[in-house]
Structure formats: C-alpha cells, structure tokens
T-cell receptor, first 113, second 110 residues
Framework: NAGVTQTPKFRVLKTGQSMTLLCAQD?????MYWYRQDPGMGLRLIHY???????AKGEVPDGYNVSRLKKQNFLLGLESAAPSQTSVYFC????????????FGQGTRLTVV | RKEVEQDPGPFNVPEGATVAFNCTYS??????FFWYRQDCRKEPKLLMS???SGNEDGRFTAQLNRASQYISLLIRDSKLSDSATYLC???????????FGAGTRLFVKA
C-alpha cells in the first residue's frame, strides 16, 4: 500500500548542479502535482499534470521543469540549482473529481549550498 | 491579495478548550474546500472536506460561508494530539489546481 512515493528524501546540492526528483503513485490517479513549502509561505504549486504526457505551470515554475511520460510517474527537474531553491518539495496526486482528496508523498528536503 | 489567507497563529490553548480557525478565499467561484492537517516535518493529510451545509466529524466542525468567502474549522475538547498546523485548501474553478493557505499553528498544552 505505497500510495505516493518520493525519492530521494534528502539531498544537498551545490549551486549550479542539476538533479531530478521522482514521484511515483500506485493509485492510478490522473492528476499529479509538485509543490514547494517554505516557512511562513505554505505550499506553493510549481507544476502540475492532468494526465500522461501533459504538464502545466503553477504559481512558481521558474527554474524547474517537469515530465510525465508514464501515468504513475511525475518528475521534477532542477537544471541549475540555486540557493533560493532550498525548500521542502512535496508531490501529490488525486482523481479528477472535484471533491477528491489529494494524497501526498513524504517530501524531499533539498538544500542548495 | 492571496488566493487563500489564514491567520498564522500560533494558537496556544489548554487541553479541553474549544478553538476556531478562519480562512478567507478570493475567488468567489471556487468549488471545493478542505481542511488538511500537517504535523511537524510530515506531509499534509486530509482532515475533512467542507460542505455547503456544514459538516461535523467527531470533535471537528467545518463551515462554509460563500457570501463572505470564508471557511472555518472548530475543534472542541482539544487534545494534546491536536497540536499541528491546519491548512485551509480551496479548489478554484476548473478543478485542476488545489490552492493551500499558509497554515495556522495550534499548540495544545496540558
């Protein structure tokens, strides 16, 4: 009963390095999301996807790219990490129905030095 | 104006107290509303959905006021285990996005 799984759980990057965060869900959900959470600012939407092969920008997309080649996976890439991208990243997924719950992964704590 | 606004708190209450949180939203056409709970260094989890007629789940009561564009959460008989951050969540028209408030911190003390 895995639900939503994020890898890695922790990472330290140097400025300018690249990395990919992986989100995998086994609930056959259509919609998937990437959020970042910073102190006092709540969860801010980075990118989202409403189905395999589709992605869209959220509130804070700059510096990030995403891909959804398979329905169960949603990848978040940082091409050239900056200290401002130090944050906790959460992936979530849900069914399309309006009132459905979003299920979250356990988060990735990323530090860019 | 932020799409979803909450009082950040913290709210410090004794065990057994009743505490209420409010949350305002900017888009009057928003269609779905929720309260999530987030424990320290953990992921958010659904506490309850908010229905137009109001709804109750044990010690928790949620209300929606569309005219004034706010939702509320009432916790009765607070327990130590209720200490957490409570996130107000709104789903705008279109239904794709889910917008989170910054959260209200609650500390329940013995």
């Amino acid at each position: 009963n895995a639900g939503v799984t994020q890898t890695p759980k922790f990472r330290v990057l140097k400025t300018g390095q690249s990395m990919t965060l992986l989100c995998a869900q086994d609930m056959n959900h259509e919609y998937m999301y990437w959020y970042r959470q910073d102190p006092g600012m709540g969860l801010r939407l980075i990118h989202y996807s409403v189905g395999e092969g589709t992605t869209a920008k959220g509130e804070v997309p700059d510096g990030y790219n995403v891909s959804r080649l398979k329905k169960q996976n949603f990848l978040l890439g940082l091409e050239s990490a900056a200290p401002s991208q130090t944050s906790v990243y959460f992936c979530a997924s849900r069914w399309p129905d309006l009132g459905t719950e979003a299920f979250f992964g356990q988060g990735t704590r990323l530090t860019v030095v | 104006r932020k799409e979803v606004e909450q009082d950040p708190g913290p709210f410090n209450v004794p065990e057994g107290a009743t505490v209420a949180f409010n949350c305002t939203y900017s888009n009057s056409a928003s269609q779905s509303f929720f309260w999530y709970r987030q424990d320290c260094r953990k992921e958010p989890k659904l506490l309850m959905s908010v229905y137009s007629s109001g709804n109750e789940d044990g010690r928790f009561t949620a209300q929606l006021n569309r005219a004034s564009q706010y939702i509320s959460l009432l916790i009765r008989d607070s327990k130590l285990s209720d200490s957490a951050t409570y996130l107000c969540v709104v789903r705008p028209p279109g239904g794709f996005k889910t917008i989170f408030g910054a959260g209200t911190r609650l500390f329940v003390k013995a």
